[in-house]
């Protein structure tokens, strides 16, 4: 994914949310110009799991946009997040190879509560 030509920040950008998916849920708090994500994965069998990664996301359509990134550990991670309506897809392939697609709820979050402002974002 290239990063978009436009000068425009994302609808995400500057704010925190909350996937819960089966089995698994996750605190996404992006930077103030969209570029970077702030992960926790705070159920599921990846409980624990947390960093920073550089992200990129293209507007697929109004207020719904794909995100990527890739972890520390290799982990390799799409959303297809709309944040107008409040649904996630994921799909990622974890360091251990394996591959997971995941739908469900978005929910914003207090982006100060869950780090955004003590990593500068």
């Not at 914003?108 to 869950?114: G, K, L, M, P, S």
């Amino acid at each position: 994914m290239s990063r978009p030509s436009h000068a425009t920040r994302p609808a995400f950008a500057g704010r925190a949310f909350r996937v819960d998916y089966d089995g698994l849920s996750a605190h996404n708090v992006y930077s103030a110009d969209g570029e970077r994500i702030r992960y926790a994965i705070v159920a599921g069998p990846y409980a624990g799991a947390h960093g920073e990664a550089a992200c990129q996301w293209r507007e697929i359509a109004e207020g719904v946009y794909a995100i990527s990134w890739q972890e520390a550990d290799g982990a390799t991670v799409v959303h297809v997040d709309d944040f107008a309506n409040g649904s996630s897809q994921a799909f990622f392939t974890a360091s251990d190879l394996s591959f997971q697609r995941l739908h469900g709820p978005l929910v914003e979050i207090d982006a100060a509560a869950h780090g955004e402002q003590e990593s500068g974002k």
